[in-house]
Nanobody
Framework: QVQLVESGGGLVQAGGSLRLSCAAS????????LGWYRQAPGKQREVVAG???????NYVDSVKGRFTISRDNAKNTVYLQMNNLKPEDTAVYYC?????????WGQGTQVTVSS
């Protein structure tokens, strides 16, 4: 089992920044990919960014150049630095830990960007 606890969400004006954190605990040795997803009201959950155990990253096109995913293996924590936020980034952001056998989710943290 893997437990994920997110923090760092909040309300910010357009153009502002936030940093999300996700602390992982449990059987994290089995995890291949840590990622961030988001779900806006009335929309499906979508992947935002992911980072592999070797540090390879990928991003959805809409956040490229604005968001940066990183991980601190010593702290078992993954971060999402979000810059130049836009109202369309408003959503609940979820941390995900993925392995071929399991996928784990955090409880989510709300990000609201006002125009």
């Amino acid at each position: 089992q893997v437990q994920l606890v997110e923090s760092g969400g909040g309300l910010v004006q357009a153009g502002g920044s936030l940093r999300l954190s996700c602390a992982a605990s449990g059987s994290i040795f089995a995890i291949n990919v840590l990622g961030w997803y988001r779900q806006a009201p009335g929309k499906q959950r979508e992947v935002v960014a992911g980072i592999t155990s070797t540090g390879n990253t990928n991003y959805v096109d809409s956040v490229k150049g604005r968001f940066t995913i990183s991980r601190d293996n010593a702290k078992n924590t993954v971060y999402l630095q979000m810059n130049n936020l836009k109202p369309e980034d408003t959503a609940v952001y979820y941390c995900n830990a993925w392995s071929p056998r399991n996928s784990y989710w955090g409880q989510g943290t709300q990000v609201t960007v006002s125009s």
